[in-house]
């Protein structure tokens, strides 16, 4: 069983509208981070959350630790975001990060 | 990015020939990793690396070794390159509320 599942998997949607990926996990983590890459591009941070909700310009995460879920909610989503979005739990023996297996989105003009 | 560079950018090679990958940082992060990223898999670990000389293996390590003597350098090693290390390396630095990703590598053994 996968420690990470993410969906949907696959994500298409018009220009302007309210995007949300799901995370749902199944193990203790100290902390969840939500991941950012672009195509044939790296891999970029956009939120490390604990606890609670954090917002950064049109993107905002959320998380429910007693419930093992977290959302990552884009509004007004524009074809720039268009993306590989990628939930990763920091809570590896090792300090390392255990990955879902990304949502890929794909915003249309 | 952390300073986060990775050489090369792309590599193929033979099966069977050695293949090592760089990793070099400039922000003296003491916690480094390798990652492979497969389609269908997500990223998953191979090393790590807790200081200088400090390493231990991760979830894929078979047919991987890696080198730290330096903070900022972390070196992975494909001993005798198969196909199915045909893949994208992700070398990553832990910082204080996040981690650092390098470019990657994309590694083609034919």
């Known amino acids: 069983k996968n420690e990470v599942e993410q969906s ?66 884009i509004t007004a989503s524009h074809p720039r975001d268009s993306a590989v979005y990628i939930c990763a739990l920091h809570g590896g023996s090792q300090g390392n990060l255990i990955f879902g297996k990304g949502t890929k989105l794909s915003v249309k003009p | 990015d952390a300073g986060i560079t990775q050489s090369p950018r792309h590599k193929v090679t033979e099966t069977g020939t050695p293949v090592t990958l760089r990793c070099h940082q400039t922000e003296n992060h003491r916690y480094m990793y390798w990652y492979r990223q497969d389609p269908g898999h997500g990223l998953r670990l191979i090393h790590y690396s807790y200081g200088v000389k400090d390493t231990d293996k991760g979830e894929v390590s078979d047919g991987y070794s890696v080198s730290r003597s330096k903070t900022e350098d972390f070196l992975l090693t494909l ?15 832990r910082g204080s509320d996040t981690q650092y990703f390098g470019p990657g590598t994309r590694l083609t053994v034919l």
């Open chain 1, 8 to 73: 949907p998997q696959n994500l298409t949607a018009q220009e302007g509208e309210f995007i949300t990926i799901n995370c749902s996990y199944s193990v203790g983590i100290s902390a969840l981070h939500w991941l950012q890459q672009h195509p044939g591009g790296g891999i970029v941070s956009l939120f490390m959350l604990s606890s609670g909700k954090k917002k950064h310009g049109r993107l905002i995460a959320t998380i429910n630790i007693q419930e093992k879920h977290s959302s990552l909610h």
């Open chain 2, 79 to 93: 001993e005798s390159a198969t196909s199915s290390q045909t893949s994208v390396y992700f070398c990553a630095a």
